[in-house]
């Protein structure tokens, strides 16, 4: 169970308060938040994009919805594409694979979030291993998204 060194740093430099939660391995931000026994709706994915000018924005939505790239593409009037994954661990070469924090700031990569991360008390976020989560509360997460664009660009995911 470990924190990225960069995200840690990030943290502690922002004075965020947070806590760390373990939870067994895990594959996927949903797989995460049945490990750690955690709403999913609580835990904040993040989606690397990519525009037609080579640009990274990363969205971050909850880990029961999906993104609505349209919406997405519509406010932001550019086109945007997911990123290739052997670009992602260029970009986050101290996590895992698949186990990218949706704290862009660290990583100095522009981001928007999505709104419905707005109403929850507790949010989680990915660590940078698939094994441990970052627990911060809304005053905490917020302070984090202060500067960063927010609007509803995710659906729920249906079951």
Do not use: W
């Amino acid at each position: 169970m470990s924190i990225s060194t960069r995200v840690d740093e990030f943290l502690n430099h922002q004075n965020i308060s947070f806590s760390i939660v373990g939870h067994p391995l895990s594959s996927s931000s949903i797989s995460s938040a049945i490990a750690a026994k955690i709403p999913a709706k609580n835990i904040a994915k993040a989606v690397m994009l990519e525009d037609h000018e080579g640009r990274h924005l990363m969205a971050v939505l909850p880990a029961d919805r999906k993104i609505s790239l349209h919406k997405l593409q519509e406010h932001l009037a550019v086109s945007l594409h997911l990123v290739h994954e052997k670009e992602l661990d260029v970009m986050f070469q101290d996590c895992q694979q698949g186990a990218i924090p949706a704290l862009a700031s660290a990583y100095h990569v522009n981001s928007i979030y999505d709104e419905a991360l707005d109403d929850l008390s507790d949010v989680y976020l990915e660590a940078g291993d698939h094994q441990t989560l970052i627990h911060l509360k809304q005053d905490q997460f917020s302070k984090l998204m202060a500067s960063t664009k927010h609007m509803k660009f995710s659906a729920q995911i249906i079951h």
